[in-house]
Structures are given as C-alpha cells and as structure tokens.
C-alpha cells in the first residue's frame, strides 16, 4: 500500500523556519521524483520544489534562497527546509511521488500525500 505522510508544518511568525517532512512506503522511493506543492483555496495549486531521483533539484522563483529541498533514500523521506517564511508561504503543503517509464507501454505512477498546513503570521 502506497503511502505518503507528510509532516512537520504548524504556526510560524514571519522570518521564522520549518523543516517539513515527508514519509515514502509502499514503492521504490530511491526511483521517484520528489516535488513539494502547495494550494492555497481559491488558487491554483504551485509546484514548489522538486528533487530527482538522481538528486537534482530546483524551486520555484519566490522561494529560491529561502527553502531547501532534499531527501533520504535510506529513510524513505524527503524534506523541505523553509527559512525566512513570509505570510505569503501560507497553505497546505503537499507531497508528491512521480515516476515515469516504459515496459512496453509508457506508465506514469503518481502518488500524494494529504498535507500539512503551514500558517505563517505574527
């Protein structure tokens, strides 16, 4: 059974800092791109930040230089350090599990976690 448990959000004044982290099972975490999303109600959910499966990463503009993501293939986790949060970085973090790859037919394996809510605000 495929899961994604996602933690480590919460209330954080404005300059402060949270680690997220996000639990893998069910599949072979060390093959899978790793992306954090966020949703805020009422807009569109944003591709944050994403790690390959080889260990490249990049971020979306508004948060490069303030949140670093990474991942443990040995914990099956992967984590988003966030600094200097603005009330902008305000919502629901998400974490997703991507795989794309051929076995005669091209499959796409997609996997979500159900969130953590960050609020960021004096």
């Known amino acids: 059974q495929v899961q994604l448990v996602e933690s480590g959000g919460g209330l954080v004044q404005p300059g402060g800092s949270l680690r997220l982290s996000c639990a893998a099972s069910?599949?072979?975490?060390?093959?899978?791109?790793m992306t954090w999303y966020r949703q805020v109600p009422g807009k569109e959910r944003e591709q944050v930040a994403a790690?390959?499966?080889?260990?490249?990463?990049n971020y979306v503009d508004s948060v490069k230089g303030r949140f670093t993501i990474s991942r443990d293939n040995g914990k099956n986790t992967v984590y988003l350090q966030m600094n200097s949060l603005k009330p902008e970085d305000t919502a629901v973090y998400l974490c997703?599990?991507?795989?794309?790859?051929?076995?005669?037919?091209?499959?796409?394996?997609?996997?979500w976690g159900q969130g953590t809510q960050v609020t960021v605000s004096s």
């Open positions: 790690i390959t499966s080889t260990g490249s990463t």
């Open positions: 997703n599990a991507n795989r794309v790859f051929y076995l005669g037919s091209v499959y796409n394996n997609d996997y």
């Open positions: 069910g599949f072979t975490f060390s093959s899978y791109r």
